[in-house]
């Protein structure tokens, strides 16, 4: 936000127009790194949603460039689906330098980096988290990181699928008990966990397929098609292995909820 800053600073001080500090700022909502990416710096602020480099794909040199340039804008980055090369090249840079923390979560495949004096999000929402196999933990690790991140309170239970259909009941108690305002169940396999689940309480569930299983449908087709074809009502669902796209979306309703 140093940019922001500094415009907002030259207004006050009379240095530039209204109509000059209007185009400044428009221009700070998009940055360009190197003309092979571009970060939309605002968007926390625009849509409660934190920036998240996806580096899948991208070479460490170019990751480290939008990571920079994302730093010098914000007091922290998160990068997820991170390569073993990629991490290695962000810790060599980053947990060296003393202003800064690196956070890995070798499941979820996510590195944090945060300046040391940034300041948490306020605590607001509590937000369930099941998995149904201990397959399903990454994603679930990837929803829980982006939870955090937007200040809601997690209670998790992982490996509590229908094979033993009895270990749902007890985590799935204390959550109600505690006032979660969503429930985010990842399965894979056939995927009929969050269906299950959605049969049994008042709040909003968000399945999330994750692609384990065998065979046909066995890359989260499967896992995919039954959670949508569920007859239990209060099921909304995300796309393959999308612990992102599931915890933003609980964050949002359960902080929209708070807020009232």
């Not at 700022?25 to 940055?31: E, R, V």
């Not at 949603?49 to 920079?68: C, G």
């Not at 169940?185 to 384990?212: F, H, K, N, Q, R």
């Amino acid at each position: 936000m140093g940019n922001i800053r500094k415009i907002l600073e030259k207004l006050l001080n009379k240095e530039i127009e209204l109509s000059e500090a209007e185009k400044l700022l428009k221009a700070n909502f998009i940055k360009d790194v190197e003309g092979l990416a571009q970060l939309d710096i605002f968007r926390q602020m625009r849509t409660g949603v934190p920036e998240v480099i996806f580096a899948e794909k991208k070479n460490p040199d170019l990751l480290l460039s939008i990571v920079k340039s994302y730093l010098e804008e914000h007091p922290y980055v998160i990068v997820s689906r991170v390569s073993k090369n990629q991490k290695k090249a962000l810790k060599e840079v980053y947990s060296t330098q003393g202003n800064y923390n690196i956070e890995i979560n070798e499941l979820a495949k996510t590195i944090i980096i945060r300046e040391m004096d940034a300041l948490p999000e306020e605590r607001k929402g509590i937000v369930g988290l099941i998995t149904a196999g201990s397959s399903d933990i990454p994603v679930a690790e990837e929803a829980k990181i982006i939870l955090d991140v937007m200040g809601c309170e997690v209670m998790s239970s992982y490996d509590v699928g229908i094979a033993g259909i009895h270990r749902i009941f007890k985590p799935l108690r204390e959550m109600i008990e505690s006032g979660v305002d969503v429930i985010i169940v990842c399965a894979g396999m056939e995927g009929t966990l969050p269906g299950v689940v959605a049969a049994l309480v008042d709040v909003p569930i968000i399945g999330v397929p994750v692609s384990s299983g065998y065979g046909v449908g066995g890359k989260g087709e499967g896992a995919l098609t039954t959670m949508l074809q569920s007859c239990s009502p209060g099921l909304l669902v995300v796309n393959i292995d999308n612990g992102f796209g599931a915890g933003v979306s609980a964050a949002l309703i359960s902080k929209r909820i708070k807020n009232k």
